[in-house]
């Protein structure tokens, strides 16, 4: 575009048109040196990514997938370096975030990061820090409450565990921003009825 805008003005010189092959190699010259000419680009096209965020801290590499809501994120410095944030557990977690607590463009980021992906974060640390984690044995029939839990009857059939099961995973799921602590709940219970 840029040549061709040239070639015009050069013509416009030929036929003493020095006003409007003013204009025109001014173009010429924009479209070559930036691409563009005004609001238009003649930039190549380029693979459309989709609405991705990239952000970048000291020890992390986020992006996040406005089509979806997705974040993902790497650890880019520190002991954990290279790793996914999705690989790592709680005792690496809670490693990282001491780790990271002194710069608080990483601490964002990490904490936006675990609200997006392990939702109830906050309160099941807060619970095993002060000791009132929940028991993994249930006061009073652990039957009755795993019936409870899935939402069943006594006596309800292998299937219907298995499906009750899968359908309160759905909403709980950590990788989909569910609770670890409810989703830990849900599959005891479905455990201990369908060993029963």
Known sequence: MGGLLALIAALLVLVRRFDIALFVGAGAVQVLRMGRLGPFS???ASVDKGNVSA??????SME????TGAVTGNV??????????????EV?????????EGDADSMSLLESWLDANRSGWREYFAAQDSGEAPRTE???????????????KPGASDDDI???HRELMKGVHPDHGGSSYLASKINAARDLLLKQ
Do not use: C, I, K
């Not at 952000?55 to 992390?60: A, D, K, L, N």
């Open 42 to 44: 003649f930039d190549a």
């Open 162 to 164: 298995r499906a009750a």
């Open 76 to 89: 880019v410095a520190g002991q954990y370096a290279g790793a996914d944030l999705m690989d790592l557990g």
């Open 64 to 67: 996040l997938d406005h089509d």
């Open 92 to 100: 690496e977690t809670r490693l990282l975030l001491a780790e990271v």
């Open 55 to 60: 952000v970048r801290s000291y020890y992390f």
């Open 138 to 152: 249930p006061a009073g029939d652990p039957v009755a409450e795993a019936y409870a839990v899935l939402g069943l």
